[in-house]
């Protein structure tokens, strides 16, 4: 358990320093494990070493989970139902998208949008314990719980890594702008502008006609044929995705049913967790029932 807090504080680390601070303390507990994470590439695992121009700094592939749970329902269709299904879903959605973006637009004057805004008033929040100190250049020291910062005003980047990684200004960029008057707002990457947003949802997705609509092949033009009928394998059971509840209650069948379990005692050298049979079979052996 412990290794896997290290092996998260790595890759949660936003700058080389802290990220290696952590392989290293990881190598203390178990040599092994940083020989076999040192196989895996870094940049495919660790925020320090993500590339700072696509402005996302996700550990786990959320996008896939989400996609994959918001097709569940029509995974098990056959393919042209299957394709149709999600078309109809993901036009349902975009236009959605598009239409609670429009309602936001006609209700205030941002044009952040209103999730990065939450998260900087946070950032806001925390930027307080810094003392900011500027220099006259580009780079403002940035110093709180213990530690300084370097912010740089001119590439937009601080030492921390964070603003570079997710193109919205740290706790410590905020105090700097702060400090300097600016608004943390406008130092707010173009990819969260609402404009930037509705530019994404501006395409749409066109219905498709019925299929005695569709154009006819060329006469010399073979149909494809479908593949040869596979035989059926008899008595294979269709595997069914359990609902949750099923899942909890088995769960607690499980449990109760290794409560119940019978300690059995040996009548040969009465000591529990063997039986006379499995006496002979070795005494320093530990059997599970
Ligand atoms: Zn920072
Ligand atoms: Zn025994």
């Known amino acids: 358990m412990e290794l896997k807090q290290m092996l998260w504080s790595a890759a949660r680390a936003t700058y080389r320093e802290r990220m290696i601070f952590w392989l290293d303390e990881l190598e203390k ?12 590439p ?10 700072t121009r696509p402005k996302c700094d996700m550990l786990l592939n959320n996008l896939c989970e989400c996609f994959n749970r918001y097709i569940l329902d029509v995974r098990d269709r056959g393919i ?103 608004d943390p707002v406008d130092y707010i990457n173009e990819c969260y502008y609402i404009s930037t947003y509705m530019n994404v949802y501006s395409h749409y997705i066109n219905p498709t006609e019925r299929e005695e609509l569709w154009p006819k092949p060329a006469e010399d033009v073979q149909p494809v044929k479908p593949p040869a009928q596979v035989q059926k394998r008899r008595g294979r059971k269709v595997t069914r995705r359990k609902e949750p509840e099923e899942i909890e209650i088995a769960a607690a069948q499980k449990k109760m049913s290794k409560k119940a379990t019978v300690r059995m005692t040996c009548q040969i050298c009465h000591v529990e967790g063997h039986n006379k049979r499995r006496h002979t079979q070795g005494q320093n052996k530990v059997y599970l029932y």
């Open 29 to 40: 507990v178990n040599r092994d494990a940083r020989l076999w994470l040192n196989e895996v």
């Open 42 to 51: 870094i940049e495919s695992w660790c925020r320090a070493n993500f590339q």
């Open 80 to 182: 042209i139902d299957m394709l149709e299904m999600i078309k109809v879903k993901l036009m349902w959605r975009l236009r959605r998208k598009k239409e609670d973006m429009q309602k936001i637009i006609a209700n205030g004057r941002e044009r952040i949008c209103p999730k990065i805004l939450k998260k900087l008033e946070k950032l806001k929040d925390e930027s307080i314990f810094y003392v900011v100190e500027y220099s006259g250049g580009p780079s403002v020291s940035c110093h709180g719980h213990g530690k300084t910062y370097v912010v740089n005003m001119m590439d937009l980047c601080c030492d921390c890594g964070k603003w570079q990684l997710t193109g919205i200004p740290c706790e410590h960029a905020v105090a700097a702008i702060v400090g300097n008057d600016g």
